[in-house]
């Protein structure tokens, strides 16, 4: 077939680029935007918000490990080195390690979702739940608070909890208190004037008031306390690594089908550019985390 | 997945060593954010630890996910995301954050 | 990459293997089915939202009077007249239907399927099973939006802009939507925002396709500078959609943690308090939402005419025997009404109460919008001046387009100018603006493309004389129902009302109304003159050869209807496609077309 013409010499139109890549770039742009708003939403309510009276949430107020995080930032770090190992075994034809570094990166992979859950459950247990947190004591969430109050400190008392001695007596003796104080004052008993922020602080109250909390470090006190913007924290916290965890979860089905093809047989260097694509959509995954790991943990 | 043109993949690419490196640079990055956390206080510990993390996402990006090689290719993708995203969250600012307080 | 030149002329090697019915016409990878799949549903969609429109304007035009039939919907306590919140439940679901439904599926959905890879040269999508699915997407949303209107409490009353926190609040906070501050924000609004979310899952699916596929599997010769501004406007609206959809899923999913886990985002810090109860605290931000929301749905409004303004480009080139005037200009414009396009997005929010700085902002930007809009208008006038111009039906359609999106566009202006715009908005001036740049242009837009390409799709023409009746009677309809509404915005007709009578002010609009619904209803009555159009053609309408419009693109060069595979050998590029008109003897040069010193190209470098 003639090619006559002098400007004729571009027969292959497109980027050098496969189409599989340039679509997962583009799928990896519009979850850059996702969790851009996600993210900016935090940032946007956390920066604006709080007061000095009313501040956010530390770590310590909402039962949230930072040496867990760093754990679990560490744990996908691993991941996305052997994922990306994985690739390069292929391409060095060696379908054996590739498989096996698949497998490490599920593995790792499954390890961050059951710190995960770990996590969650301590918030679980301490009703740091959105909607769920006792924030602004007055009125009828005075009440309920109350009455939440109320049933804790009798399922310590009657030993169900494991409590100790001291801890018991200190809640029995809440308990027989609790008729005549306002919610407020039970706030300031349970978590101690040092926890207590200005905003929940009863009205007179200068007294340096040790909490039930603060005396007895034990786990299993679940007595619930006002924490302002504990929601808000609860609703960011749950929203913002609950997609995560999602996005993890989903990666880890594609790593799970690859090892099933694997395991019969049919996985091979013909599959480098989908390892290839798996591991970008992995990395950005743990790119996710370790913005938000600092952003939830640290700052 | 119809690719009827034999497209040029990267023909570089890091080798195992690089991969190596990176990663133990990334750990000593999420030691050393934990550490300040630990030590410092208040603007200067986010700040820093705000810093670390964009430098362990670009070290992801640019090695771990080749974009060191793909770059003349997919550039127009992350350029204008980033800016996007970034002048997002500038732009609410006033409206959000410092209309509140007043 | 040599390797592909030899390829060239040769004819593609493929399987013809017999596919089922469900695998040819239903679960079809094919993007030519897929978009006639698109266009089918679409135009149901069209007809219930303007439904809806009708019964909007019947209830402004006679306020109290009882419908006849519909009646026995509503209350006998309220002497069978609509109440208020059925009156919000209609609008706000008109626009719904109508914006994510109709006119978004039909331009990205419908003509970006279809047009794209046979205007590439392409044999297909290069994701066909991701665009399979894309369509297949859309279902749960068409059936999440329909149940919505009989969900408890009936479809969302909260307008499409669902602003929080009358569509998100529930009492208590925690206890998810069974008692929901309004009625219809409970099980309805759900429904509409899970119908929402996979409309945009739908969207980026296609738009990751789109881009794929215009940058990668355009034929040789077809760079991208020799692509028709069809394909350049479904590229870039391509792009809006990746960039700015995430957005509004984020916006979606927190409003649905709102309602269904009794998060916090949209309540204020306070919780709010109402005579007999109250929710909990709260710690979020109500305008947050709207930020969130308009940062999409303003490049939506974008998405819903760029694709449009491309088709319009070509038919107006075609039926003008003109090349475009400044092509070039022409794509640097599209780009910047969408780069614009994502930082106006504040212009709705005037009244919100943001910070002035910001709105200044905003309004500069939104004000800067107009120039690229401009040279579009011109070029388009600059194509048809002095033009040897066929008045087709796709062609009236076509320069009607460009005509109602000059008054849209005006209007649009003068909402641009902040003060201005404290005073106009919420009245029926915006209503104008946004129907004559969403129905009086769009809307004709994907008239001209469908009256266009139907040959291309089914092998028949639709017949021209009704094409006509069609064009002539929306004209004028369009314009009685929607040119008052300017009118009556700057006389104060606030919008989303049921009964104006109740204000001074207003209650001698209601005569105006009136006439307005009369157009409204004549106007619904003339599309039935396109529905019997459509309908005969496609069975009985005169078969149409490869090229009825003598165009150049290279859609035109495949049989019609195109085959598996679209192109009998690939075809190679050598022109753009605006080699129209004066070249003496020939009347046109077709992309295909080898480049010929004694006839040379338009394109001028």
């Known amino acids: 077939m003639e090619h006559a013409v002098s400007d004729e010499k571009q027969a292959h139109m497109g980027l050098p680029l496969p189409n599989g890549k340039l679509a997962m770039w583009l799928f990896l742009v519009t979850e850059i935007m996702f969790f851009t708003a996600l993210i900016g939403t935090y940032l946007l309510i956390r920066m604006g918000m709080p007061t000095q009276s009313q501040p956010w949430p530390g770590p310590k107020d909402v039962h949230l490990v930072e040496a867990i995080g760093a754990f679990n930032t560490f744990v996908l770090i691993c991941s996305s080195l052997t994922v990306v190992l994985a690739h390069w075994s292929l391409h060095t034809n060696d379908v054996r390690k590739a498989t096996m570094y698949m497998g490490i990166t599920l593995a790792l992979g499954c390890v961050f979702l059951v710190v995960k859950a770990f996590e969650y459950k301590s918030k679980i247990d301490h009703q740091i739940l959105p909607g769920r947190v006792f924030e602004k004591l007055d009125g009828p969430t005075g009440y309920r608070f109350y009455r939440t109050v109320e049933e804790q400190l009798k399922h310590i008392v009657e030993g169900h909890a494991h409590a100790s001695e001291k801890a018991r007596e200190a809640c029995r003796k809440l308990l027989d208190e609790l008729p005549r104080l306002s919610p407020k004052e039970i706030n300031l008993r349970i978590a101690g004037s040092k926890k207590v922020k200005e905003c929940d602080m009863p009205s007179g109250a200068s007294k340096e008031v040790t909490g039930i909390l603060e005396e007895f470090h034990d786990e299993d006190l679940h007595l619930s306390h006002s924490i302002p913007f504990g929601n808000m924290w609860a609703s960011c916290y749950f929203a913002m690594t609950g997609f995560h965890a999602l996005h993890v979860l989903g990666g880890l089905v594609v790593f799970g089908v690859i090892l099933i093809m694997a395991w019969m047989g049919k996985f091979g260097v013909q599959h480098l550019n989908l390892v290839e694509y798996t591991g970008l959509y992995w990395h950005f995954v743990d790119i996710v985390w370790i913005f938000l790991f600092p952003l939830l943990y640290l700052v | 997945m119809s690719e009827p043109h034999a497209n040029g993949d990267a023909h570089a690419a890091p080798d195992f060593q690089t991969y190596i490196y990176v990663f133990l640079a990334l750990a000593i990055c999420t030691i050393l954010s934990f550490a300040v956390y630990g030590v410092l206080e208040g603007m200067a510990a986010a700040g820093i630890i705000m810093i670390v993390a964009v430098i362990k996402a670009a070290l992801v990006i640019w090695i771990f996910m080749h974009v060191k090689f793909d770059w003349p290719r997919i550039y127009f993708l992350i350029v204008p995301v980033l800016i996007l995203g970034v002048m997002m969250m500038f732009v609410l600012l006033p409206d959000i954050v410092i209309a509140w307080h007043q | ?605």
């Open chain 3, 1 to 605: 990459m040599s390797s592909s030149q030899l390829h060239v002329g040769e004819v593609h090697a493929h399987e013809h293997h017999e596919l089922s019915f469900i695998h040819k016409y239903i679960f079809s990878t094919d993007h030519k089915i897929i978009g006639i799949q698109f266009l089918f549903t679409t135009l149901l969609f069209l007809v219930l939202g303007g439904a809806l429109a009708l019964l909007v304007r019947t209830q402004l035009a006679w306020p109290h009077a009882e419908l006849p039939w519909i009646s026995s919907w509503f209350l006998e306590s309220n002497g069978g007249r609509m109440t208020e919140s059925f009156y919000n439940m209609l609008f706000s679901m008109h626009a719904s239907v109508m914006i994510f439904f109709v006119i978004i599926p039909l331009l990205a959905g419908a003509f970006g399927n279809f047009t794209i890879p046979l205007m590439i040269g392409a044999p297909d999508m290069a994701f066909p099973k991701l665009n399979m699915l894309s369509y297949w997407f859309m279902w749960p949303a068409f059936i999440l939006i329909l149940v919505s209107f009989f969900a408890e409490g009936g479809a969302p009353a909260a307008g499409w802009t669902s602003y929080p926190t009358l569509a998100s609040s529930s009492m208590p906070a925690g206890q998810g939507f069974d008692s929901p501050a309004a009625p219809n924000s409970g099980h309805g609004q759900i429904f509409w925002l899970l119908s929402l979310l996979f409309v945009g899952v739908s969207s980026m699916m296609g738009s990751v396709n789109y881009i794929t596929t215009i940058i990668n599997m355009r034929s040789p010769g077809m760079t991208l500078y020799r692509m028709p501004m069809t394909i350049w406007a479904l590229f870039i609206t391509a792009i809006l959609q990746a960039f700015a959809l995430p957005v509004l899923t984020v916006a979606l999913i927190l409003q649905s943690l709102d309602k269904l886990l009794g998060t916090t985002f949209f309540l204020p810090p306070a919780g709010l308090e109402f005579a007999n109860w109250e929710t909990g605290p709260g710690g979020g931000q109500p305008l947050l939402w709207q930020h969130l929301f308009w940062f999409y749905s303003h490049p939506a409004v974008y998405i819903m005419i760029l694709p449009a303004m491309g088709m319009v480009s070509d038919i107006i080139s075609t039926f003008a025997r003109r090349a475009l005037f400044g092509y070039r200009a022409m794509i640097l414009s599209i780009a910047g009404i969408a780069g614009l396009g994502f930082i106006v997005w504040g212009h709705h929010m005037f009244q919100s109460g943001m910070d002035p700085r910001l709105g200044t902002g905003f309004m500069i930007a939104t004000i800067m919008i107009a120039l690229p809009s401009a040279i579009k208008t011109f070029n388009w006038l600059a194509t048809v001046y002095r033009g040897n111009v066929q008045y087709t039906a796709a062609m009236l359609f076509a320069l009607a387009f460009v005509a109602m999106f000059i008054i849209g566009g005006l209007s649009g202006i003068f909402m641009a100018a902040t003060p201005v715009d404290i005073y106009i908005h919420d009245t029926y001036f915006i209503v104008a603006h946004l129907h004559y740049v969403l129905f009086s242009s769009s809307l004709l837009g994907i008239f001209a493309g469908i009256y266009y390409w139907f040959p291309k799709m089914f092998g028949r023409l639709m017949n021209e004389s009704l094409g006509k009746l069609h064009f002539t009677l929306t004209f004028i309809f369009l314009n009685g129902l929607f040119f008052p509404m300017h009118i009556l915005g700057v006389a104060g007709l606030r919008r989303r009302i049921p009964d104006i009578t109740n204000a001074v002010l207003e209650s001698p609009l209601v005569s105006l109304n009136q006439f307005m619904t009369l157009c409204a209803f004549a106007l619904g009555v003339s599309q039935f003159i396109f529905i019997y159009n459509f309908f005969y053609s496609l069975f009985r309408g005169e078969v149409s050869g490869r090229n009825p419009w003598h165009s150049n693109t290279l859609e035109w060069v495949a049989p019609s209807p195109p085959g598996h595979g679209n192109f009998e050998t690939i075809p190679v590029v050598h022109r753009w496609p605006y080699d129209y008109g004066d070249y003496g003897s020939i009347d046109h040069l077709k992309q295909t077309d080898p480049p010929d010193p004694s006839h040379p190209s338009g394109q001028h470098h």
